[in-house]
């Protein structure tokens, strides 16, 4: 498990930190992973990785598959899946959902919602990854995104999730980070080759 047990019992951590890092793909697994395997649920947001990675990179670290695995693949990424199907398999059981237009925050919220639906009552943990604003920040500005994260850090409170946002601080100015910073239950930031945390 991460050094970083400042971010227990958060909802909504922003990791702000280069997106290329092990270290950041450390504490991104050590967040996912805070209960055994068969009982969590893992909900994977991704702009820019392949399911195929993440699942691979999820069995390096974990060893096992979790309970439920479920990925919504927005944009590029959808172009590098096998099939044209709105959802299909990775050799893990994992769900795919896809979602074409990156720009489109109503679809992209929706499908959210319904996985979370779906998982609502199964008794297992559920944990996401939103991987990663700085891309979702390539097809909306940061007012429209400031207002799809304020419900989605809601909906993720009211269902008990615990989710976690990457943003490349190196790709946006200082205006901008803070105004996301505000919408989190506690910041985790990578600088000088070591994290600090700040709680609301």
């Not at 290329?20 to 996912?32: F, I, K, P, Q």
């Not at 993440?54 to 060893?63: K, P």
């Not at 959808?78 to 099939?83: G, L, N």
Request: charged share 20%; glycine share 6%.
């Amino acid at each position: 498990m991460t050094e970083l047990t400042e971010l227990d019992g958060e909802s909504s951590i922003l990791l702000l930190s280069p997106s290329m890092r092990s270290e950041t793909d450390d504490v991104c697994l050590d967040l996912l992973s805070q209960e055994s395997p068969q009982r969590e649920n893992v909900l994977w947001v991704t702009f820019t990785r392949s399911p195929d990675g993440c699942v691979q990179d999820w069995l390096g670290h974990v060893g096992e598959r979790p309970a439920n695995l479920r990925f919504v693949s927005v944009g590029e990424t959808v172009r590098s899946a096998a099939s044209s199907s709105p959802v299909q398999e990775t050799p893990a059981d994992a769900v795919i959902e896809t979602l074409s237009n990156p720009g489109d925050l109503t679809g992209l919220g929706i499908k959210i919602s319904e996985v979370l639906q779906q998982w609502q009552n199964d008794g297992n943990r559920t944990v996401a990854c939103f991987h990663s604003l700085t891309a979702l920040l390539q097809y909306a500005d940061v007012q429209t995104v400031y207002k799809f994260l304020h419900v989605l850090t809601g909906r993720f409170a009211t269902a008990g999730v615990t989710a976690h946002f990457h943003l490349d601080p190196a790709a946006h100015d200082d205006q901008t980070i803070n105004t996301l910073k505000s919408l989190f239950d506690a910041v985790a930031e990578f600088d000088d080759g070591e994290w600090s945390v700040r709680t609301r």
